[in-house]
């Protein structure tokens, strides 16, 4: 818990820091807040299986911060009209999800030792990150303030900073022995808090709702540096991949 407030201190100090950037160059401010289901793609069930994608679902919750260059708050006016100025944003982003975790498969399906003991488990994932997204935007973001068009389209790339905290339990009894625990698993469940990093592609949209304020959809890929987000990297020549989640989300932008 400790943590999470000085992650949280940290992004309010951020904010802080860009406004007093605003005070220097006079560039301007968006605040948001975006929520949406989240595909964890982790080693409960089996990789790729769409039965897995589905029923693994989570939600996910969070708040951003856009440093718009195209627009200059201390006068009112558009910067000077250059690429940079008119086509990038700078995000940065506080988000936190949460998602339940099945082995949902054919082996966990069957009447057998392992199917139950795979049946019988269940975790959870509980993830907070924080970090800074470049947004490139195709079209003039000059116009898009205008209001026509009021489609605009971006893409985005980032990194975060990743705290987490899994959860791992079984009806069967306590885990990590040969009753209760799909070999593959034995030894290999780690529920303690950890940290890493993300790296982070977007692709989305805005729609413009009025002059100060857009939808935002976006599709999100978080892939980590790390196979224990969920609790689990299980004993398998097949497991080469590291969790990542996918994030549909939609949110609403303020203009400051």
């Avoid at 950890?194 to 857009?214: C, H, M, N, P, Q």
Wanted: charged share 15%.
């Amino acid at each position: 818990m400790i943590k999470t407030l000085r992650f949280i201190g940290f992004f309010i100090a951020l904010i802080c820091a860009a406004h007093m950037a605003n005070a220097q160059l006079g560039i301007s401010h968006e605040v948001g807040i975006i929520a949406g289901p989240v595909a964890f793609q982790s080693d409960y069930g089996e990789r790729y299986d769409w039965s897995t994608n589905k029923g693994n679902i989570g939600t996910g919750i969070g708040l951003v911060h856009y440093i718009n260059f195209a627009y200059r708050a201390d006068c009112n006016c558009y910067t000077q009209d250059t690429y940079w100025n008119d086509h990038f944003k700078i995000r940065n982003q506080l988000a936190y999800h949460v998602t339940t975790l099945d082995h949902l498969s054919e082996l966990a399906d069957r009447p057998s030792l392992a199917g139950l003991q795979l049946r019988s488990m269940t975790g959870k994932a509980k993830v907070f990150e924080i970090g800074t997204h470049l947004e490139w935007f195709p079209l003039s973001i000059r116009d898009f303030q205008e209001g026509q068009p009021k489609f605009a389209p971006y893409f985005g790339i980032g990194a975060h900073y990743v705290n987490y905290r899994p959860e791992a339990t079984s009806e069967l009894g306590p885990l990590n022995n040969p009753v209760t625990t799909y070999p593959t698993f034995i030894d290999r469940i780690d529920t303690s808090q950890g940290s890493t990093f993300a790296l982070v592609g977007d692709i989305g949209f805005r729609y413009k709702i009025s002059e100060l304020s857009d939808l935002l959809v976006s599709s999100a890929w978080h892939y980590y540096d790390s196979n224990y987000v969920d609790g689990l990297s299980p004993r398998n020549v097949n497991n080469r991949s590291y969790d990542f989640i996918w994030w549909f989300n939609v949110g609403y932008i303020y203009y400051l």
